[in-house]
């Protein structure tokens, strides 16, 4: 029966009273009240809410009990320090208790319903028990008492009625309601000044109390009083009045002013904090003077010590001060209250009365405090009107100290224990933690509505200190510079403004302070209009800058922060700053400053200093300067305006002679301004450069200064002679500091100015001379006023300037040279003498005067010749070397010419040559000889002394280097057209002459060895000839020059025809890309005809290689060559073979072909193609030849050209014995038929069309019939294994149910075949034993019975219908599967048990499982021993695990059975049905009726090779080889199939020679393994050449690692890479291994002729690994051999152990050829094992245990 539901076992039950502890209830919820007066904040926010105007707080003591009872009161005030309080009572003025709220008293967490008030939890009044435990409450008429029944935890409540009358009028009217609590224990008052504190501030936000006494003993100890100004609306722009989440909506704000008045009884301000008394004052002892000091060293005995000053007497303690003496103070605050929207969704709002068990109000108040001065300034006495000290403090709470440690705090109608981070209380209707000391911000809603009161909060922040600013601000217009005091003061508002709304980190949650700071900034529209202090007042923040010391020397207007506020308001500075709001000084700043203002001297030099800092700045630029000069401007002391942008130039007196009291141009800044800037700055940062004396003298002598009618007399330099010589001073002093260049321009500005004061007057430079060494006394000499001995500097500056210390030359020529008696040693000999007064251009002329006289030999008769005067450079000095060369010389008279005289130096200065220039002694040896002879020899002999930078490349077309020309005559040639090798004149070109240009003088005149590769080439070009001896001798020598520097200019020569060759009838010349070297070994017979052939030798052909002649045709050039000629290529190549080749090298380059080329190649008729013809038909045809291989030996192929359209690629052969004679085949290769595609061959399938004819159809199926669809439905389940990677959309299963696969039986069935070629059609008609067709999706297989049957049939017909896409080798897969015995399938490696019984071995396996989950462990333990003693015992039966791919293999055996105690049967039936098949199979392959065992392994291997003899292995479409079971023709590992290796290309069967040959390379592709570790045994055949592309796809992995290394006699062993101790695993295995290597393994070895080096032995865990090759290495499972044959081999009897090993050896030695499995493999298998099974029978025989 079901079990009982909970309405069931509800209806069954019964009703119990749950039971609280309620002293320990209230105990809990107590001690969540961790604050302090926790009581009174209840007390006073419950009167709050009755409407009380008055409330008062009593303290009793003992005494004052007493005599409150007896109606009188106590005579002294207790000592608040000795006397503890027994009772505390605190009355209120509101309304009285009301029935409901007389019920709600006796109830806990049952709080206030209504949403105006505070009150929440209804858990306020219990705070009471914190203190007592039988409060006691009076209100109107009736009163109430809680007290504990019997002392236990239950809290019982008892009331009662009573008088109405009240002994004391209350403010309201009101009765008074009291609240007395008798003390649990009583105690000292702690803290009364706290408590005072906590009154003053709790008047901040009580809405309805005015006042508030607090009496000890029934004396006032304590008065706190508010009034209460009118409420004003205020209001700002540009502040968002909703909050972020639309919660909340500010609709107003109101300020309303009140003064705070607190009277305190000297009592209670004397119990505040007294410090500790002082201690004693240590006497201070003088430092002895130096003086005593010495007098105290000199006196080294004298015991003396100073006297310590008497110690002052304690001043008279103060008269005693009397505690009853009150003091009034008063306090102004500002209260804002913001009348807030509400507007929640009706889920929020459900969420938050869940919450506070009440609803959200629709309009609720927050208020905040703001108090505009310090407490110490706002405190005033108001009795006497001075200002007077804070007493106790008791406002430090209302207004806290904005550095102090108290905080202001978040108002719940009372204080909570959470601040607000300012220096202003916050109220709201926040939702507190149940103790009311915190704000809940955990709660999800609550949390969101107290984060949206913040952002209020945060409003009303922002709103009061815009508000307070903009007031400032309005005060500040109102005042000038005049009124410092007014501005500080309204500066200092403003930064305590600023401190009051700085939000610090708050406590006990840090996130009212974050959230409140945010709200602050977002709520503002635009927060660059924050307002802010700045030293020029009130301004948005946008346009107050941080204070830089710097600028502000020179921008004094620069609102910046004032220092006060960086010091006192760091906190709100940073934020400021964080927020991208307060920034640096910029330098648009800077020059909108001074743009505003000109700048005095003073100023201007502070800010040409910072200036110059500036520059150092990477973003300074020209563009900067640019504006920063146009913005500045100065003022002088004396008035004057100057632009900084007008100025171009400085002076700078250390750098320069110019003195600051001399009058400047207007473009020179003032030099008090620039006196200390860096000189080097003035250019780089402001663009002025330094005056230069060019720019000052230019100043001087143009108007207005000179020269001008307003030019002032004093200053001219043209009519002062006192300035004129002042200016010349500063000339000379400055002159040698002034570069050359400027100089002259001095001198050229000064040339044509009277400035020079002579004894004649005001000369120009020119005009005046010095004093001295003249030879005339009436010139115009310098009279300079102070000036009396002219020397240094000054003489230097004058004479530059053109001050004449000598007389003109020309002066002395007219009056001295002119009478014609001086030589021109006298001559040489004046000027010598005052050559040091020559000035340049006297210099000047002199060289340019023909004053010299020319050397003339005399006249026959003894005569002299007329005298002629030449200039100095127009001669050459008078020696014979000169002489000897006919050049000009000078005529020096009858002394001796010494070079070294004085006047031969000053005379060569002039000009005089001392050798000829380069030009005219070339022209020289160019000339006439013998002096043509005599030049050369004297510029060989002078040519690195006097012509060290001569270039003979500059002369090349002067003629003066003796050669001999091509025809052997000398003559005179021109650099670059002579050469030194003799070998170069074979191309015509100039030798040079070896006897005087020998290989020094060679190098001096930079005569090459040969001509450059350029003038080679054209040398070649201009002279080609036909001589093919001349060209021979041309070409070696050009093959010197190959590799030199002119290499690219051969290729003049590749598209130039220069090689001779002898053509049939004449000899003609060839371009380099026309011919081709003849080969040596004479490959090129084939085209001998055809392209042109060349051989001029080994050393002429290195260089016509470099020229593009090539070593053979290129394919484009045989392609090209076929194609305009294929008959002539044919016949020449005398065979089609031999044309075939040609043809296979364009397939395998067809990729190189360009498009012009492949178009060629399809439109010409040069393909070769087959026709089949009968041999009795056949005549005597141009092409005959190559045997196709078809076996008919009736027929030949017949081979003609043909373009490839006209061409049909062979891919059903079975068409192409039906129409062979029809069509043009392509040759039957891979790489040819893909050619003969890519130019446009059709296949023949697709020339063909087939129609089926069935005749006679059988209405009913007969056995034959179903035992056929038994058949083939069993042998798809293979094939449809093994060729799954053919898609198809079939499967076995779904074949066997019902009528999805049938088979039809008919009488006969015919097939047409149609053929359409050549405009043509033909017909064949041929008898089919099957064929299949589709019904919808089910498949018909239409069986004849009357033809033969035939598998092959059923496999081509059922390929077309369950595959997608077939090839021939599948159909070829599916009849050798059909065809073949299961035995011989599994033989050959198909996975036949696993196949066909999977279903089966599943269902075994899912029972298996089951019953082991159910039993025990033991006896899971106990089956798991059986299970494993049976699968040794089966392991013969069974398919053994799988190879390196996943393939399984097992012995021949005809039993299928698995039983343990059969299995010593099978093996011996097994090994002696395999010995007998080998014995009889050895002798009867000759026997006309070979024993079925032979015939199936022949059809095994011999099969096998009759298909390759027949041509079996061919190509498909990607060059793999199809075998006769096709690329599907083994099985893989998990279903995929790895491609088939490309095979050898073979148009002929294959002979038997080739097939050893390919398993000889397979045996040699074995090697041994060189690693030690073995991380994936599906590395094949990687290293091997034979290897394919893919390998054995297997995910039977081996993890090996090498424990034994191989030796001379030993095997290497392998063990798991994860075992742990190699020693331990192998302790009991190694035995088992020497037995598998030496009894199995090295004999075997022997048998393929392999090294035992090759052979590795391995030992795994599980696994179905029995062997693998990786790489060339074979490697052997010897877990296999130990369950297998270890047993056998002990007892003698290793003959089965060889056989099983021998054949998984060679199947991994056929993995060396082939990594598929695929019938290639299979084939390679095959043929290893034939080819070696006669070395294993010996083996054999001497295994046998006798």
Request: proline share 7%; aromatic share 8%; glycine share 6%.
């Amino acid at each position: 029966m079901p079990p009982p539901t909970r309405e069931d076992l509800w209806s069954s039950g019964r009703d119990e009273t749950v039971e609280v502890n309620q002293r320990a209830l209230i105990d809990k919820i107590l001690a969540r009240y961790s604050g302090e007066h926790t009581i009174f904040r209840e007390l006073l926010q419950n009167a709050d809410d009755a409407g009380a105007q008055h409330v008062q707080v009593k303290f009793y003591t003992q005494a004052g009990v007493d005599a409150h009872e007896r109606g009188g009161a106590s005579s002294t005030l207790p000592d608040v320090k000795k006397d503890v309080m027994v009772r505390w009572v605190v009355t209120n003025d509101g309304i009285p208790f009301r029935p409901q709220d007389w019920q709600r008293l006796k109830k806990i967490a049952e709080g206030n319903p209504d949403e105006k008030l505070v009150g929440a939890f209804g858990v306020g009044f219990y705070s009471l028990f914190s203190v007592c435990d039988d409060p006691f409450v009076q209100s109107g008429d009736k009163w109430m008492g809680f007290y504990w029944k019997d002392g236990g935890d239950q809290l019982f409540a008892r009331s009662g009625d009573m008088s109405s009358a009240q002994s004391e009028p209350s403010t309201s009217g009101n009765p008074w309601t009291s609240f007395t609590m008798t003390q649990r224990e009583p105690s000292l008052l702690e803290g009364p000044l706290d408590l005072a504190r906590f009154f003053v501030t709790s008047m901040s936000f009580t809405r309805t109390i005015r006042k508030v006494d607090m009496l000890v003993d029934d004396f006032k100890v304590l008065e706190v009083s508010k009034s209460v100004n009118p409420k004003t609306a205020v209001g700002r722009r540009g502040l968002r009045d909703t909050s972020t989440n639309g919660m909340m909506k500010v609709v107003g704000v109101d300020k309303t002013g009140m003064v705070i008045t607190a009277k305190v009884m000297k009592w209670l301000s004397a119990t505040g904090f007294t410090p500790p008394p002082l201690p004693p004052p240590v006497p201070v002892y003088s430092k002895p003077t130096k003086a005593l000091a010495s007098i105290f060293s000199s006196s080294f005995f004298n015991r003396s010590s100073s006297t310590p000053a008497p110690i002052e007497p304690p001043p008279p303690p103060p008269p005693p001060e009397d505690p009853l003496q009150i003091t009034v103070l008063h306090r102004e605050i500002e209260l804002f209250e913001a009348e807030v929207k509400v507007t929640v969704s009706p889920a929020f709002g459900r969420e938050l009365e869940r919450a506070t068990k009440k609803p959200p109000p629709a309009r609720m108040p927050v208020s905040l405090v703001f108090s505009r001065a310090d407490d110490a300034e706002a405190t005033i006495d108001s009795g006497e009107g001075k200002v007077a000290k804070d007493v106790g403090g008791v406002f430090s709470g209302l207004s806290p100290p904005l550095d102090g440690d108290k905080s202001a705090k978040v108002f719940i109608g009372q204080a909570t224990g959470q601040t607000t981070g300012i220096g202003g209380h916050l109220s709201a209707r926040f939702i507190p933690t149940v103790e009311r000391e915190s704000i809940d911000l955990v709660d999800r809603h609550v949390s969101h509505w107290n984060r949206e009161l913040l952002w209020v909060g945060g409003y009303l922040s922002r709103m009061i200190y815009e508000l307070e600013l903009l007031d400032l601000q309005a005060q500040w217009t109102k005042t000038s510079v005049s009124d410092p005091a007014i501005r500080a003061k309204i500066s200092a508002k403003g930064l305590h403004a600023l401190r009051f709304f700085t939000f610090r980190p708050t406590t006990p949650s840090a996130v009212v302070g974050q959230e409140m700071e945010s709200a602050f900034f977002l709520c503002a529209s635009d927060n660059k209009t924050f307002p802010i202090v700045s030293s020029a007042g009130i301004l948005p923040v946008r346009d107050v800058r941080m204070p830089n010391a710097e600028l502000q020397k020179f921008l004094p207007d620069l609102p910046v922060l004032t220092s006060a506020t960086i010091e006192e308001a760091a906190r709100p500075i940073a934020r400021l700053r964080e927020r991208s709001l307060l920034r640096e000084v910029t330098l648009d700043d800077v020059i909108k400053h001074l743009g505003a203002r000109p700048l005095s001297e003073s100023e201007m030099i502070v800010a040409l200093q910072w200036w110059q800092t500036l520059a150092n700045s990477d973003g300074y630029n020209p563009a900067v300067r640019s504006r920063l000069l146009d913005a500045a401007v100065l003022v002088m002391d004396n008035g004057k305006i100057v632009p900084l942008s007008m100025m171009q130039t400085v002076v700078r007196p250390q750098s320069s002679s110019i003195p600051t009291d001399m009058p400047l141009p207007p473009h020179t800044l003032p030099y008090t301004i620039t006196k200390d800037l860096k000189g080097t700055s003035l250019y780089p940062v402001f663009g002025w450069t330094e005056l230069s004396l060019l720019q000052y003298i230019t100043f001087l002598i143009n108007p207005p200064m000179s020269n001008a009618p307003e030019a002032d007399s004093e200053t001219d330099i043209r009519t002062s002679p006192a300035f004129a010589e002042r200016v010349l001073a500063m000339l000379g002093r400055a002159w040698q500091s002034v570069s050359a260049n400027q100089q002259s321009a001095i001198a050229l500005e000064l040339k044509d100015v009277p400035c020079i004061p002579t004894k004649a007057g005001f000369k120009k430079p020119g005009e005046a001379y010095f004093e001295k060494n003249l030879l005339f006394d009436d010139l115009p000499t310098i009279a300079l006023p102070n000036t009396k001995q002219i020397k240094g500097g000054m003489e230097k500056m004058l004479l530059a300037i053109g001050v004449r210390r000598t007389v003109d030359l020309q002066l002395v020529f007219s009056r001295l040279v002119g009478g014609g008696t001086w030589s021109c040693q006298d001559l040489m000999k004046y000027l010598v003498s005052v050559k040091d007064t020559l000035t340049n251009e006297e210099l000047a002329r002199l060289r340019q005067t023909a004053a010299f006289p020319l050397e003339q030999p005399p006249m026959e008769d003894g005569s002299k010749l007329p005298l002629v005067r030449r200039k100095p450079h127009e001669l050459y000095e008078p020696t014979d070397a000169m002489r000897s060369l006919g050049l000009p010389l000078l005529d020096w008279g009858e002394g001796k010419w010494k070079s070294n005289s004085e006047e031969a130096k000053m005379i060569l200065t002039l000009g005089l040559r001392k050798f000829p220039p380069i030009d005219v002694l070339l022209g020289i040896a160019a000339g006439r000889p013998p002096t043509n002879d005599k030049a050369l020899r004297y510029l060989l002999a002078h040519i690195s002394t006097q012509y060290p930078t001569f270039d003979p490349n500059a002369f090349s077309g002067v003629a003066f280097i003796p050669a001999t020309g091509p025809d052997g005559k000398s003559l005179l040639a021109k650099p670059g057209e002579v050469f030194t090798n003799w070998a170069c004149a074979i191309l015509g070109f100039a030798v040079a002459d070896p006897s005087i240009i020998t290989a020094e003088n060679a190098a001096k005149l930079r005569i090459p060895t040969d001509p450059p590769t350029e003038s080679l080439v054209t040398a070649l070009l201009s002279q080609v000839t036909k001589d093919v001896d001349l060209a021979r001798r041309i070409f070696e020598y050009m093959a010197t020059r190959v590799g030199q520097s002119g290499t690219l200019a051969l290729g003049r020569l590749q598209n130039a025809p220069f090689i001779p060759a002898r053509t049939e009838k004449e000899g003609r010349l060839f371009k380099p890309s026309d011919v081709y070297f003849s080969s040596k070994d004479g490959n090129d017979e084939l085209f001998r005809t055809a392209f042109t052939f060349i051989d001029f030798g080994d050393k002429a052909n290195v260089f016509l290689k470099y020229c593009g002649v090539r070593s053979e045709p290129s394919v484009k050039d045989i392609a090209l060559l076929l194609v305009r000629s294929p008959e002539r290529m044919l016949e020449q190549a005398g065979s089609p073979e031999k044309y075939l080749d040609q043809l296979r090298l364009l397939a395998a380059n067809w990729t190189k072909f360009d498009i012009s080329t492949r178009t060629a190649m399809k439109a010409a008729p040069f393909l070769l193609a087959s026709r089949v013809v009968p041999v009795k038909r056949s005549g005597k045809k141009l092409l005959a030849g190559l045997s196709g291989g078809v076996a008919d030996e009736e027929y030949e192929h017949h081979w003609v050209l043909c373009k490839a359209s006209q061409a049909a690629r062979v891919d059903d052969i079975i068409l192409m014995q039906y129409f062979g004679q029809r069509i043009l085949a392509a040759p039957e290769e891979q790489m040819l038929e893909e050619f003969y595609e890519h130019l446009g061959a059709n296949r023949l399938s697709s020339l063909v069309r087939v129609e089926y004819i069935p005749h006679g159809v059988s209405s009913t199926p007969s056995s034959a019939a179903a035992a056929l669809r038994q058949h083939v439905l069993e042998r798809l389940t293979i094939f449809l294994a093994e060729a799954r990677r053919r898609p198809s959309d079939y499967t076995v299963e779904w074949l066997s149910n019902g009528d999805n696969f049938t088979v039809l039986e008919v009488r006969s069935l015919q097939a047409r075949y149609t053929l359409r070629y050549g405009g043509s059609e033909y017909q064949h008609s041929e008898t089919l034993y099957a064929t299949a067709n589709k019904k919808g999706k089910s498949v018909v297989l239409t069986v004849s019975t009357t033809a033969t049957p035939d598998d092959y049939d059923i496999a081509h017909a059922l390929c077309n219908i369950l595959l997608k896409s077939h090839k021939a080798d599948d159909a070829l897969l599916l009849n050798s599967i059909l065809s073949t015995p299961l035995m011989a399938l599994k033989k050959r490696g198909y996975n036949v048990d696993r196949i066909l019984n999977r279903q089966r071995e599943d269902r075994l396996r899912l029972r298996a499982e089951a019953v082991r989950d159910r039993e025990k462990a033991l006896e899971q333990e106990t089956q798991d021993r059986q299970s494993q003693s049976q699968s040794i015992g089966q392991v013969q039966d069974q398919p053994p695990p799988a190879y390196d791919d996943g393939r399984r293999r097992s012995s021949v055996s005809a039993s299928g059975k698995s039983a343990t105690g059969a299995s010593t049967d099978s093996s011996e039936s097994r090994k002696l049905g395999l010995l007998e098949r080998l014995r009889k199979g050895k002798s009867s392959r000759n026997m006309d009726q070979p024993e079925a065992g032979w015939d199936e392994g022949k059809r095994g291997i011999l099969a096998e090779l009759e298909r390759l003899k027949a041509g079996g292995i061919e190509r498909d479409a990607n060059g793999r080889i199809h075998g006769m079971d096709g690329p599907s023709g083994g099985p893989s590992n998990g279903g995929g199939f790895a491609a088939p290796r490309p095979a050898v290309h073979t148009a002929r069967p294959s002979d038997l020679a080739n097939i050893r040959s390919t398993v000889q390379r397979a045996l040699d592709a074995s090697r041994p393994e060189t690693g030690t570790q073995i991380s994936d045994s599906r590395q094949a055949v990687t290293n091997v050449p034979e290897s394919q592309d893919t390998y054995c796809d297997t995910t039977a992995a081996a993890n090996l690692i090498l424990a034994v290394a191989g030796g001379p006699d030993s095997l290497a062993i392998w063990v798991p890479r994860d075992t742990a101790d190699w020693a331990e695993f192998l302790k009991d295995k190694l035995g088992i291994c020497e037995s598998f290597t030496h009894g199995v393994i090295v004999p075997l070895g022997s048998v393929f002729r392999l090294s035992h080096a090759v052979f590795n032995v391995f030992w795994d865990n599980d696994g179905p690994l029995i062997a693998f090759n990786r790489g060339g290495a074979i490697f052997c499972n010897a877990r296999y051999f130990a369950a297998w044959h270890n047993a056998s081999l002990q007892r003698g009897e290793r003959s089965d152990a060889l056989i099983s090993w021998y054949f998984s050896i060679a199947h991994e030695l056929a993995h060396n050829l082939e990594s598929a499995h695929n019938s290639s493999h299979e084939f390679y298998f095959s043929s290893i094992a034939e080819e070696y099974l006669t070395r294993l029978m010996p083996l054999l025989g001497a295994g046998e245990k006798r």
